[in-house]
Every structure is written in C-alpha cells, then in structure tokens.
C-alpha cells in the first residue's frame, strides 16, 4: 500500500505491476442539495486515512443506447460523490514528473475515467504522471438554467486541475509541467478550456483527439432543458430540476435526446457561450489568439462517422435522396457529393455523406486552427489515425484511437473496437509520441506549417503525409 498527504487528508492506494495508483479521490464537494446545480466546492477536509483504492461514483447518467452500448462500455459506479479524479504513478516521491490529464468523452452525457482502456498504467511506465477525471454530465452538468451558472461540467474540469495543481507533487508530478488529453467531448472541453480565463495557467499543453472547439449560444442550449423540463413537468429551472426524482430525470433526459448524435444532430447537450467561464465562442477566441503560449497537438480519425453510421445500419438506408436533403438542410455547396464522389468512386451515398459531415464536423475546424495557430507563439502539431479495424467494417471509426494512445489494446473495450489482431507496434509508436509531446520534446514530426504536415498512423504504420488544401476550400469556406 502507499499513502499520500494531500491539502485535505492522506490517501492511501494500492501498488499495481510496480506502480502506484490511487483511485476515486474527491477533487470537489459531492455536487448533492444545495449544491447539485452549483459551481463545485471544496472538498471537506478528513481525519485519518482516506481509501482510494477502488474507482469512485461516476456521474448520473444512461447507458449508451443500442447499438452502440456493445462497443462503448460505460462503467457506472454508484453514490453522490461523483468530483473525483485517479492517478497512476511510478512512485509518490519528488521526482517531479510530467503530468497528463485525461478528459474522457462521451458527448456530454456518458463515460468516465472508470473505461478499461483509460488504465494510466503505460504513462506511468514511461515516466508519466497519470490522471483521469470525472465530472458532472448530462442536464445536471450542461443544462441551461435561469437560476444556475451554465457549463457546470466544465467548471468541474476546472476544479480538477486546481486540485492537481495544489496536490500532485505528493504523487511525484510537477504541476508546472500539465498536459491535458481528451477525446470527442472531451476535446471539446480541452478547446474551451484553452478559451477560458478561468483555466489560465493550470496547463502548458493540450492534445484534441476527434474533437474540435465548439460551443453554442444559451438560447439554442436551453431547447434541450426546456424538452427534459416538458417530460418531467417542471419548470425548465435549477429549482425546479431539482426536485425532481433523478430517475425520472434521467428517464426524461434519455427521451429527450433519443436519435441526436455528435455528427448527426438533434437534441442534445453543449458548451455555452456564458460570458463568464467561456466569454466568446473558443473557436473565435483560439482563432485570434487565446492559445498563444501553449503547445497543441491536435487530429481525428480518417473515418469518424463510421461509428455512428455503420453499427445499426445508418449508412446503408442513407440514400440518394437523404443525401442531397442533408446538403440542402446544412447549406453545404451544391457541387459537395460530385467533388467527394470524385474521390470515392465505390463509396455509397451514406458513406459520402459521413465523408462530409467528418470533414465539416471535425478535419476541417481543427486544420483551420491550426492554420491560424501556425506562426504564432505556442507551437501545433497535427495526426490521423487511418488503421482500418477489421471489425464490424468501422474502419478508423471515432474512438479507435484511445487503445492505440493509451497502449491498453488488450483491455475489453479496446477489443471491441479493434479486436485481437490490432498491431502492437502502431500503439507503441503513437504512444510514445503522446509521452514525448508531454515531456515537452514535441511529438516527433515537423510543426504544422505552410505545408500541412499530418503523421498518419495507418496501416502502414506512421509517416507524415500533406493534408490537402483543394478541397477544403473549394467546399467548407
């Protein structure tokens, strides 16, 4: 066993394989009562030996609907505490090592730090200060309330890395030396966090996987409170929310959000330009300079929507006819099917129009960032994961990647999703260049410059390729 001192108490956790990890330590007051639709508080300090050996509650939640409940497992521990983080270290000593803080996905609605392939076990074999975060989901995280601040998930995320800023030097971390890593949401989160004040100074590096800076305005957020509200019967409030049985909440929540997905659309939750935590659009905001100072490493995979679209048969209804009325419906150009027909000759109607919303959606805003990052202080470097998983015919589907970053393909979600076959060279060499970026020495390809380098991981294993100009101009100005 290893115990800890922290500013609220010492911790003990357990040695696992040689390396010290400790599990659902309270980063923030149980967000319960008054405090349920709060900014998160400081954590009660205790008395004696706190035991972190077992991962802590996880935000109230649904599991993810069919089909995608069997490829995306999604732990859920109960209990109210659910502000609590884990770390994975080589030993609680001074070594004062980097640190890299996990911010999993989950479209502001699932996950948590608890999913297998999030073991921080490699990171801390290499020399890495491992943590992993829960916070708030759903309405009781990114609802929008008169009553109540908004983006309360992401204030928790910022509570967060207060805590590692004040306590990871007794797992042997050096708090000057963060970097922050997420997927989907949260990459999402990771690009508002290079937005807001609120955040400043707590990070020197960040990593988007899959996720690009987006927020929205409170009128269009409350449309998703004010359908969970109808369904319950309440008044679409912080009061009347929380009078509300969580069950039925719940209930209401997974009604309300049926059918919306990230790519796809429809009903579902964001972060919201408030004018406090996030005081501008953080795609304007980085755009004009508020990641200056701080490297980036950003990228996706080269065939995103395949899981959304494949697994319950999407792509295949996806007609001729759906095609054109999802271009007319998102003003994409005209000519948009012809030039990516041109490109994918055999590809259905359904998988040119995932090529699309992929590139609009994710490829596209993360290149125009980096475009507007290139020259200026904080350097920018940009990937594609391009293994195709035999599976199910994903291809490089969203989420594939985490298995290959973390280097935990033998972890049950990541057989899922890659299965047994996966190469083990390609994990080693995508991880290794998250642990170099973290170290500060650079992933270990050339910054992002006029030329558009990408290193692709493929299945060819990894080489840097030039991502193209023509088409995105062309179509997503």
């Given at each position: 066993?290893?115990?800890?001192?922290?500013?609220?108490?010492?911790?003990?956790?357990?040695?696992?394989?040689?390396?010290?990890?400790?599990?659902?330590?309270?980063?923030?007051?149980?967000?319960?009562?008054?405090?349920?639709?709060?900014?998160?508080?400081?954590?009660?300090?205790?008395?004696?030996?706190?035991?972190?050996?077992?991962?802590?509650?996880?935000?109230?939640?649904?599991?993810?609907?069919?089909?995608?409940?069997?490829?995306?497992?999604?732990?859920?521990?109960?209990?109210?505490?659910?502000?609590?983080?884990?770390?994975?270290?080589?030993?609680?000593?001074?070594?004062?090592r980097?640190?890299?803080?996990?911010?999993?996905?989950?479209?502001?609605?699932?996950?948590?730090?608890?999913?297998?392939?999030?073991?921080?076990?490699?990171?801390?074999?290499?020399?890495?200060?491992?943590?992993?975060?829960?916070y708030?989901?759903?309405?009781?995280?990114?609802?929008?309330?008169?009553?109540?601040?908004?983006?309360?998930?992401?204030?928790?995320?910022?509570?967060?890395?207060?805590?590692?800023r004040?306590?990871?030097?007794?797992?042997?971390?050096?708090?000057?030396?963060?970097?922050?890593?997420?997927?989907?949401?949260?990459?999402?989160?990771?690009?508002?966090?290079?937005?807001?004040?609120?955040?400043?100074?707590?990070?020197?590096?960040?990593?988007?996987?899959?996720?690009?800076?987006?927020?929205v305005?409170?009128?269009?957020?409350?449309?998703?409170?004010?359908?969970?509200?109808?369904?319950?019967?309440?008044?679409?409030?912080?009061?009347?929310?929380a009078?509300?049985?969580?069950?039925?909440?719940?209930?209401?929540?997974?009604?309300?959000?049926?059918?919306g997905?990230?790519?796809?659309?429809?009903?579902?939750?964001?972060?919201?330009?408030d004018?406090?935590?996030?005081?501008?659009?953080?795609?304007?905001?980085?755009?004009?300079?508020?990641?200056?100072?701080?490297?980036?490493?950003?990228?996706?995979?080269?065939?995103?929507?395949?899981?959304?679209?494949?697994?319950?048969?999407?792509?295949?209804?996806?007609?001729?006819?759906?095609?054109?009325?999802?271009?007319?419906?998102d003003?994409?150009?005209?000519?948009?099917?012809?030039?990516?027909?041109?490109?994918?000759?055999?590809?259905?109607?359904?998988?040119?129009?995932?090529?699309?919303?992929?590139?609009?959606?994710?490829?596209?805003?993360?290149?125009?960032?980096?475009?507007?990052?290139?020259?200026?202080?904080?350097?920018?470097?940009?990937?594609?994961?391009?293994?195709?998983?035999?599976?199910?015919?994903?291809?490089?589907?969203?989420?594939?990647?985490?298995?290959?970053?973390?280097?935990?393909?033998?972890?049950?979600?990541?057989?899922?999703?890659?299965?047994?076959?996966?190469?083990?060279?390609?994990?080693?060499?995508?991880?290794?260049?998250?642990?170099?970026?973290?170290?500060?020495?650079g992933p270990?390809?050339?910054?992002?410059?006029?030329?558009?380098?990408?290193?692709?991981?493929?299945?060819?294993?990894?080489?840097?390729?030039?991502?193209?100009?023509?088409?995105?101009?062309?179509?997503?100005?």
């Open positions: 066993m290893s115990v800890v001192e922290t500013r609220c108490g010492r911790i003990r956790g357990s040695v696992e394989d040689g390396f010290a990890v400790f599990r659902g330590i309270p980063y923030a007051a149980a967000p319960v009562g008054p405090l349920r639709f709060a900014p998160p508080a400081p954590v009660p300090a205790w008395e004696g030996v706190l035991e972190a050996t077992a991962f802590g509650p996880t935000a109230p939640k649904n599991p993810y609907a069919p089909p995608l409940d069997a490829l995306l497992p999604d732990p859920e521990v109960p209990g109210d505490a659910c502000l609590n983080l884990n770390v994975w270290t080589a030993a609680p000593d001074d070594a004062a980097p640190v890299m803080v996990w911010i999993h996905g989950g479209a502001l609605r699932n996950g948590s730090s608890g999913v297998p392939s999030y073991d921080g076990r490699a990171f801390a074999r290499d020399g890495v200060v491992l943590v992993s975060v829960n708030r989901l759903g309405i009781e995280g990114f609802g929008v309330f008169p009553d109540a601040p908004a983006n309360l998930g992401l204030r928790d995320q910022i509570a967060a890395l207060g805590w590692i004040d306590n990871i030097r007794s797992f042997g971390g050096d708090p000057g030396n963060v970097t922050v890593f997420g997927e989907s949401a949260g990459a999402i989160s990771i690009a508002a966090l290079l937005a807001s004040p609120h955040a400043e100074g707590l990070f020197r590096r960040a990593v988007l996987q899959s996720g690009a800076p987006s927020a305005d409170r009128s269009r957020a409350a449309r998703t409170t004010s359908a969970i509200a109808e369904r319950l019967g309440v008044p679409a409030t912080a009061a009347g929310f009078r509300a049985d969580r069950d039925r909440l719940l209930a209401a929540q997974r009604s309300a959000t049926a059918g997905t990230p790519l796809t659309g429809g009903l579902g939750f964001h972060l919201v330009v004018g406090d935590v996030l005081p501008e659009d953080p795609a304007t905001a980085l755009a004009a300079g508020a990641s200056d100072g701080i490297d980036v490493l950003m990228g996706g995979t080269t065939d995103e929507y395949r899981l959304w679209f494949v697994p319950g048969g999407l792509v295949e209804r996806i007609g001729t006819a759906t095609l054109w009325a999802a271009v007319l419906k003003r994409a150009p005209w000519r948009a099917p012809g030039v990516y027909r041109a490109s994918m000759p055999d590809a259905s109607p359904g998988e040119i129009l995932g090529a699309m919303i992929t590139d609009k959606v994710l490829r596209v805003p993360l290149n125009r960032l980096a475009d507007a990052r290139s020259g200026r202080p904080g350097r920018t470097w940009v990937y594609e994961f391009a293994w195709p998983s035999p599976l199910h015919d994903l291809r490089a589907c969203h989420a594939l990647e985490i298995g290959f970053v973390f280097d935990t393909l033998d972890s049950p979600d990541s057989l899922l999703l890659a299965g047994p076959t996966a190469p083990r060279h390609l994990a080693r060499s995508m991880h290794s260049a998250w642990v170099a970026f973290a170290h500060g020495d270990g390809w050339t910054e992002w410059n006029a030329e558009r380098p990408v290193m692709t991981y493929g299945a060819e294993g990894a080489r840097v390729l030039l991502a193209p100009r023509d088409r995105e101009r062309r179509l997503w100005r």
